[in-house]
């Protein structure tokens, strides 16, 4: 299974942003998709996560302005990010949790990360 992730770059404060993260290979059902950000200097921290019911859980950092999606159909999880600050500057990972058949093993599986950069 991989995470292909897309959609950072460079943008001023208060733009906006979506990140894509298509996951493809041997999928048999996704559960819980999410995004994570790592910081300079910094852990990496959960952004926000959606179930594949469509149950969202945001960061409080990013309540308000950021929207996680996902395209079950498409095996794809969207982040929308819009008044973005200098702060949420970081590199994003998206994450998804995968099945691989009807009764297989659960397993984690991460992209490779895409730079967002917000300057002030």
């Known amino acids: 299974v991989q995470l292909q992730a897309s959609g950072g770059g460079l943008v001023q404060a208060g733009g906006s942003l979506r990140l894509s993260c298509a996951a493809s290979?041997?999928?048999?059902?996704?559960?819980?998709m999410a995004w994570y950000h790592r910081g300079p200097g910094k852990q990496r921290e959960l952004v926000a996560v959606?179930?594949?019911?469509?149950?969202?859980q945001y960061a409080d950092s990013v309540k308000g302005r950021f929207t996680i999606s996902r395209d079950n159909a498409k095996n794809t999880v969207y982040l929308q990010m819009n008044s973005l600050k200098p702060e949420d500057t970081a590199v994003y990972y998206c994450?998804?949790?995968?099945?691989?058949?009807?009764?297989?093993?659960?397993?984690?599986?991460w992209g490779q990360g895409t730079l967002v950069t917000v300057s002030s």
């Open positions: 290979g041997s999928i048999f059902s996704i559960n819980d």
């Open positions: 959606a179930s594949s019911g469509g149950v969202t």
């Open positions: 994450n998804a949790r995968v099945s691989g058949s009807r009764y297989g093993a659960w397993a984690e599986y």
